[in-house]
């Protein structure tokens, strides 16, 4: 059946940032489809009840809590997975993410450090997993890029062009790894995580972005989630060096910051 190829049976993921929504939700897919999952972000508590899904999904989970901003961390969360399950298949990099600024408060500083969150911390992690992955049959890699990489809205000099990197980063990782190892990334729209809370705990703010998104909607966790495990599953198996836009059609930002003219 068509559905079998979205299983990942007794397969092993890494997810960053998953104690919460986007990653919590990846994981948990992925483990509903099968595999084991080792769970990393910051929070410990977060993890073990993200863990706890996991298991009620009939999997295994090994919790790695960590600040994933330092790249040793991040790149050992590969050497964690073969401890824990004796192998490595899936890596959904999704940590990542900048606060707006606007571009006179965007300092040099503020650009690396966007650069070094939302790219760096990926590479390092596939760069300890691909031969990892290469022992065995392959793998495939996801990076949690976003909309904004794509389209041009003011405030996002730092975190749009780091994700532009990351996209780009996908095709050439992309390149270097076939053709065991596939990796593609997801830009992805206005989620309700707690990144947007400002938005959606607003009924004002939450109608105009709805409104201005052409499927009328924020997106969910599990929307992103659904489209990891496309990417990770053998349904995927054809697919590499690809960007999936899963923004609700955006062709233009859909919230303006109401930054001034300078």
Known sequence: ?????????????????????????????LAEAGADVVLSARTETQLHEVAARVAAAGRKARIVAADLSDLDAAASLAEAAREAFGRLDIVVNNVGGTMPRAFLDTSTRHLEDAFHFNVATGHALTRAAAP????????????ISSTMGRLAGRGFVAYGTAKAA????????????????????????????SALEIVTGDDELRGRMERATPLRRIGDPEDIAAAVLYLASPAGGYVTGKLLEVDGGLQAPNLDLGLPDL
């Open 1 to 29: 059946m068509i559905l079998d190829r979205f299983r990942v049976t007794d397969r092993v993921a890494v997810v960053t940032g998953a104690g919460r929504g986007i990653g919590a939700a990846t994981a948990v897919a």
């Open 132 to 143: 990892i992955m290469l022992e065995g049959r392959g793998g495939s890699v996801v990076n």
């Open 166 to 193: 990351l996209a780009h980063y996908t095709r050439l990782a992309a390149a270097d790894l076939a053709p065991k190892v596939r990796v593609n990334a997801i830009s992805v729209g206005s989620v309700a995580t």
